[in-house]
């Protein structure tokens, strides 16, 4: 069955850095990676789509990567801030199935 | 302003009670999802649908069931609550397609004492 693998210790980082997060998977091959944010309490929102014809998708501070070889999708989000912790979700999708990350928690300290 | 709803926020209940989980969303999107999540845990899609009439079990048993009779409308119904589906509950929706993004409301945290 196929397998999503998301870093489930929290990264820390200091503020100004760059946060990098990871999802690995394996017996998939996915059409698309997406990735979502969620606050405690609340449902997930959603932040970038990257198609498994492409490298690499910006937004503002935000850059994801996508590697079918590797099987591997690297979330980065440069400048971080206090307001970014969270915790990032990755998803994977084919045509009308797709399967969620467990989640990596970010703390971004000032 | 196209959003998704859901009420109640939060709800606490008895055993053996029959509850009703709105979710109802105003961007005419076909596609509507139920997931459960615990807290810090991972969320499990337990019920979708890609339009009306069309209702399909998800990936994690649940003793709920869903009804699809009108495109904005998703409720969620348990019968008879049990202390074991305290949780949170997400409703989302997204566009016909296969990679459209999901839209979450804001969720029902559900106790049942």
């Known amino acids: 069955s196929q397998k999503i693998e998301q870093n489930s210790e929290a990264l820390n980082i200091q503020e100004g850095k760059t946060a990098t997060l990871t999802c690995n998977y394996t017996?998939?091959?996915?059409?698309?990676l997406q990735w979502y944010r969620q606050d405690p309490g609340r449902g997930p929102v959603f932040l970038l789509l990257?198609?498994?014809?492409?490298k690499e998708k910006r937004k503002e501070r935000l850059k994801v990567t996508f590697d079918t070889t590797l099987k591997q999708s690297l979330f980065h989000i440069t400048a971080s801030q206090p307001a970014d912790s969270a915790t990032y979700l990755c998803?994977?999708?084919?045509?009308?199935?797709?399967?969620f990350g467990s989640g990596t928690k970010l703390n971004v300290k000032p | 302003e196209a959003d998704i709803y859901q009420t109640p926020r939060y709800l606490v209940i008895g055993t053996g009670k029959k509850i009703t989980l709105e979710c109802s969303q105003t961007?005419?999107?076909?596609?509507m999802y139920w997931y459960q999540q615990d807290p810090g845990m991972e969320l499990h899609l337990i019920h979708y649908?890609?339009?009306?009439?069309?209702?399909e079990k998800g990936d994690l048993s649940s003793e709920s069931t869903v009804s699809r009779i009108r495109t904005e409308h998703f409720p969620l119904t348990l019968e008879s609550a049990r202390p074991s589906h305290t949780s949170q509950y997400l409703c989302?929706?997204?566009?016909?397609?296969?990679?459209?993004?999901?839209?979450f409301g804001p969720g029902t945290r559900l106790t049942v004492t």
């Open positions: 989302a929706s997204s566009a016909s397609g296969g990679a459209n993004e999901q839209y």
């Open positions: 017996n998939y091959s996915p059409a698309y």
């Open positions: 990257i198609r498994e014809n492409e």
């Open positions: 998803v994977l999708g084919n045509f009308n199935k797709f399967y």
């Open positions: 961007m005419g999107h076909d596609k």
């Open positions: 649908s890609y339009g009306v009439n069309s209702t």
